[in-house]
C-alpha cells in the first residue's frame, strides 16, 4: 500500500473513532506507522488532510457503488439506481458523516466548509435530475429542485434516523432502503423510458468521476 492511502486510511479510522477534533497529526502517524514529517512532505496540515481524506473517501464511495450496480442485474431503473446509493452511502461512516453534518465525527470542520461541495458530485443533484426529466425517466410536472430536493430529504432521513429511533428498533435496512426505492418508483418516476440508459449512463458517470479523482491524486503525489 502506498504510503499517501496509508496516512488516509489511518486519519479515517481515527476520525471515525475519536472525531476530527480529537484527532491529532501525532495520532495519525503513529496509526499509518510514518513520521509526522511524511505527513507533511504531502498535506499541510490537518485541515488539508481531513480534505484530502474526504476526496479519498468519496472515490471509495464511488467505486464501491459502482460495484453495487453492475452487480445488480435489476438496477435499470431510478428507484434501484438510488436504492444502491443509500446503501453505498450508508456503508461510508465519513461521507454519511459529511451528508448529516455530524460534529461528533467531523468536528467543527462541517461548518468550515460546505458539503455540497462533495455531496454534489453524487448522482442525484439538480443536473442528474434535470437531465433525467429531458430523457423522460422522471416525471416532469415537479421541478428538478422539487424533486432533487425530495432525495435529498429522504437520504438525510435514512442517514439521520438512527439519532432518533435505536438500531434494535428499526426494521431491517434492506427493508427500509426497499421500502424507499418503491415510493421512487411509484412516486417519482414515469413509465416506460429507456431502462438500458439508466445503468449505462450512470456507469460512464461514475468512471469519468472516479478518473478525475485518479488524476487529482496522481497531480497531489
Sequence with gaps: MERPTRILDAAGRLTIRFGFDKTTMDDVAKEAGVSKGAI?????????????????????????????????????????????????IQQNSLISALYTRDGKILGDFVHRQNPERYTRRLLMSKESVSAMQSAGLLRDDLSADVITYLFSLMALGFLSINSVIPVENAPPIDSTVGAIAAMVESGLTKPGGNRTLIKDSTIQMLDLLIEQYEKRDRNEH
Design 40 to 88: 507533511y512532505l504531502v498535506w499541510q496540515g490537518k485541515e488539508e488532510l481531513i480534505d484530502a481524506l474526504i476526496e479519498f473517501e468519496m472515490k471509495k464511495l464511488m467505486l464501491d457503488l459502482r460495484r453495487r450496480i453492475i452487480a445488480d442485474e435489476n438496477c435499470d431503473s431510478i428507484a434501484a439506481l438510488y436504492r444502491q446509493t443509500l446503501l453505498a
